[in-house]
């Protein structure tokens, strides 16, 4: 699906960079891959347009350890040393609920350019470049750069290489597509090194998380009537195994290797109320509606959610129930 964003957002947006001397760059809490790929490539650019740059997320703010390698980190500073800036660059934030927790550092007089690619996008920003066709936000700052007056170099590549990558499972995702492609050609044409970000990314698990994932998967359970197969993991297990949620973020693409499951959710406890549910699929259900209808958002085949209900019995009972019913209105299986 080829989308234009407006020539006009674009070109507010271009102006705002162009004229502003401080700016702020966030991603959305636990950010995946795109997120920290585009916040980190965004603010390098800036950087090298002579702004003086910050970025952030939300609580809790412990930097992924695959990403730890990327460049940019010394722009990143913690939730309450945010200085209040004039510009916010938005990037891979469907709402401004994702924000939450960072409100200090904009005022009323923040003017918000908000790059995304959700298709559930509440076009929140004063300027909103948002694209549902593009595989990831990365790949539009990379499409968009040079309108908006920034400059790719080498560092920022790499930092939106691994952005597209990820939030495309490594070109295998069906939002691959040709530009996407032709981005990342142009990005190894740059000196971008695939199976140097490879082994960062996907091979530097530690012993201990291997045997973790075994745990996890071997308490999987397949739901063969709805094609659900699912495992969980308590606060408990994290702090018993020594791992940490962002390491979890691809866990659920294991569960979904299963074959002829319709969708894979890993219930992930955040704390005494609350769950986060990731959703992946590759049937024709679409996780991302799931997802908004159990107060979450996402894409159709990757998606999740935090359920505030009170125990794992009763958040399995819930998604049950929407898989049923979205069953019911595509005829079944």
């Known amino acids: 699906m080829i989308i234009e964003i407006e020539p006009g957002e674009v070109e507010r947006a271009a102006a705002l960079i162009k004229n502003c001397r401080e700016v702020l760059v966030v991603g959305h809490e636990h950010p995946d891959g795109d997120a920290v790929g585009s916040m980190l490539g965004m603010a390098l650019m800036l950087e090298k347009a002579d702004k003086n740059v910050h970025c952030s997320w939300p609580e809790p703010v412990d930097i992924p350890g695959r990403y730890g390698f990327l460049p940019g980190w010394h722009l990143f500073v913690a939730p309450p040393d945010i200085p209040e800036t004039d510009l916010m660059i938005a990037v891979d934030c469907s709402n401004v609920g994702r924000l939450e927790g960072l409100k200090g550092g904009f005022g009323g007089k923040t003017k918000i350019i908000n790059i995304d690619h959700h298709p559930d996008n509440t076009l929140f920003g004063y300027v909103n470049m948002v694209n549902p066709g593009s595989s990831a936000v990365a790949e539009i700052i990379y499409l968009y750069a040079d309108k908006l007056g920034l400059k790719v170099d080498g ?127 590759r049937s024709e259900i679409d996780v991302g509606s799931l997802a908004r209808l159990l107060g979450g958002g996402g894409h159709r085949a990757a998606a999740a959610y935090t359920s505030r209900r009170k125990n794992l019995d009763e958040v399995l009972s819930e998604l049950r129930q929407e898989i049923a019913e979205v069953g019911r209105n595509t005829g079944g299986r």
């Open 155 to 281: 560092q920022a590549a790499l930092c939106l290489y691994v952005g597209i990558l990820t939030d495309t499972g490594r070109f295998q995702f069906s939002n691959t597509s040709e530009a996407t492609l032709s981005a990342a050609s142009e990005m190894v044409g740059m000196g971008v090194d695939p199976n140097f970000i490879f082994q960062n990314v996907y091979q530097s698990d530690s012993l201990q998380y291997l045997r973790f994932c075994g745990h996890v998967l071997s308490n999987a359970v397949f739901e063969e009537d709805l094609g659900l197969i699912y495992s969980s993991v308590t606060q408990d297990e994290m702090k018993s195994w020594g791992v940490t949620m962002d390491e979890m973020q691809d866990l659920v693409d294991y569960l979904r290797t299963l074959k002829g499951h319709r969708v894979a959710a890993l219930f992930k406890e955040l704390n005494s109320e609350e769950i986060r549910v990731s959703l992946r699929s």
